[in-house]
C-alpha cells in the first residue's frame, strides 16, 4: 500500500487535488494524507483543527479511503517535499488556481522545486478542471530524448486503474532527420508496451510549428485529454519544455491536469 500526499490550503484548487486525489487513491488501495503548511501564518493547531472540520464536512467524499492528517512549517514547496520523502509518497498531488496559495509560489522559480526535487509523482491540478472521477483520455508526448519513453508505464498504470485510452503524440521539434526517426521509433516502441499491458491506445506524431507546449496543448484540446504524463527531465529542461519564453504559464494555468515524473521515480508508480 502505497501514500499519496495533498497539499493542503484550503482554496478552490486544493479542493480539486483533493477529489482527485481521494479517487486515485480508492483506485489504488493508497493511504491518503492531507499536509497543510502554516508559513507562520496560522498556529499549527489551528490549521489542524480547520483540516479536520473540511474532512469532516466531506466525509461522503472521503468514505471508504484512509485519511492522515499533518501540518507543517516553512515554505510550501519544500516542506511537502520533505513530507513526500519522509513518507516515501507515491504521489503528490496540488492545486493551482489565479490569486493566492500555491499557484503564486507555482509561478516563482522556487515553485519548480516541487517538480525538480520532489522525490515522488507530482500531479498538478487547476481548479477549473470539469472533474468527472476518470481519467478517460490519458495524453503522453513523446520526444527524442532517452528517458521520454520512461513515462509511460506511469501512464499505463493510471490507464488500467481507470480503464483510460492513451493518446501518444510523437513530438517532432527538429529538423534533423536522425531525431525525428528516433521520435517515431520510440512512440512505436511506447505503443506496442501500452498494447502488451491491455491498455487502449493511439498514436500521432506531428511537427512542432509555433512551441512543443502549444502543439502538445492543442492535441490534447483535441483528443479531449483530462491527464497529461509529462517527465521532469534533468531540473530545468522541465522549465524550458512548459515554461520556456512565452509558455510560462502553461504548467500552472493548463485545464488538464499534469502529471510530472524523474526516471528514478518510475519504482514507485508501475503496473502491478
Keep these: 500500500?502505497?501514500?499519496?500526499?495533498v497539499g493542503v490550503d484550503f482554496s478552490k484548487g486544493s479542493e480539486m487535488a483533493i477529489e482527485l486525489a481521494v479517487d486515485i487513491a480508492r483506485k489504488f488501495g493508497d493511504v491518503l494524507q492531507f499536509v497543510?503548511?502554516?508559513e507562520g501564518k496560522m498556529p499549527k493547531d489551528e490549521l489542524?483543527?480547520?483540516?479536520?472540520?473540511?474532512?469532516?464536512?466531506?466525509?461522503?467524499?472521503?468514505?471508504?479511503?484512509?485519511?492522515?492528517?499533518?501540518?507543517?512549517?516553512?515554505?510550501?514547496?519544500?516542506?511537502?517535499?520533505?513530507?513526500?520523502?519522509k513518507e516515501k509518497a507515491s504521489l503528490v498531488v496540488v492545486g493551482t488556481h489565479d490569486t493566492a496559495g500555491l499557484q503564486k509560489?507555482?509561478?516563482?522559480?522556487?515553485?519548480?522545486?516541487?517538480?525538480?526535487?520532489?522525490?515522488?509523482?507530482?500531479?498538478?491540478?487547476?481548479?477549473?478542471?470539469?472533474?468527472?472521477?476518470?481519467?478517460?483520455?490519458?495524453?503522453?508526448?513523446?520526444?527524442?530524448?532517452?528517458v521520454s519513453r520512461q513515462k509511460v508505464p506511469v501512464a499505463a498504470r493510471i490507464a488500467v486503474a481507470f480503464g483510460s485510452t492513451v493518446h501518444l503524440l510523437g513530438v517532432n521539434s527538429s529538423s534533423i532527420e536522425d531525431g525525428r526517426k528516433a521520435v517515431k521509433s520510440y512512440t512505436l516502441q511506447s505503443k506496442s508496451?501500452?498494447?502488451?499491458?491491455?491498455?487502449?491506445?493511439t498514436m500521432e506524431v506531428q511537427d512542432v510549428k509555433e512551441s512543443v507546449s502549444a502543439t502538445v496543448?492543442?492535441?490534447?484540446?483535441?483528443?479531449?485529454?483530462?491527464?497529461?504524463?509529462?517527465?521532469?527531465?534533468?531540473?530545468?529542461s522541465l522549465i524550458r519544455y512548459v515554461a520556456g519564453s512565452d509558455d510560462q504559464r502553461t504548467l500552472v494555468a493548463s485545464k488538464v491536469p499534469i502529471?510530472?515524473?524523474?526516471?528514478?521515480?518510475?519504482?514507485?508508480?508501475?503496473?502491478?
Excluded: W
Excluded at 500500500?1 to 500526499?5: A, V
Excluded at 480547520?50 to 507543517?72: F, Q, S, T
Excluded at 502529471?259 to 502491478?272: D, G, M, S, W
Design 1 to 5: 500500500m502505497g501514500k499519496i500526499i
Design 36 to 38: 497543510g503548511v502554516t
Design 48 to 85: 489542524m483543527q480547520e483540516i479536520n472540520r473540511r474532512a469532516a464536512l466531506n466525509a461522503d467524499k472521503l468514505r471508504g479511503v484512509e485519511i492522515e492528517y499533518v501540518v507543517r512549517t516553512g515554505e510550501v514547496a519544500d516542506a511537502i517535499c520533505d513530507q513526500a520523502k
Design 105 to 146: 509560489r507555482l509561478l516563482s522559480p522556487d515553485t519548480y522545486s516541487l517538480v525538480t526535487k520532489s522525490q515522488s509523482p507530482v500531479l498538478f491540478v487547476r481548479e477549473n478542471f470539469e472533474f468527472h472521477a476518470d481519467f478517460k483520455d490519458i495524453l503522453v508526448p513523446i520526444d527524442a530524448s532517452d
Design 193 to 201: 508496451y501500452l498494447e502488451k499491458m491491455g491498455v487502449s491506445c
Design 217 to 236: 496543448h492543442s492535441y490534447a484540446s483535441m483528443v479531449c485529454a483530462d491527464l497529461i504524463v509529462m517527465m521532469a527531465e534533468c531540473g530545468m
Design 259 to 272: 502529471i510530472t515524473v524523474h526516471p528514478e521515480q518510475l519504482y514507485t508508480f508501475v503496473v502491478k
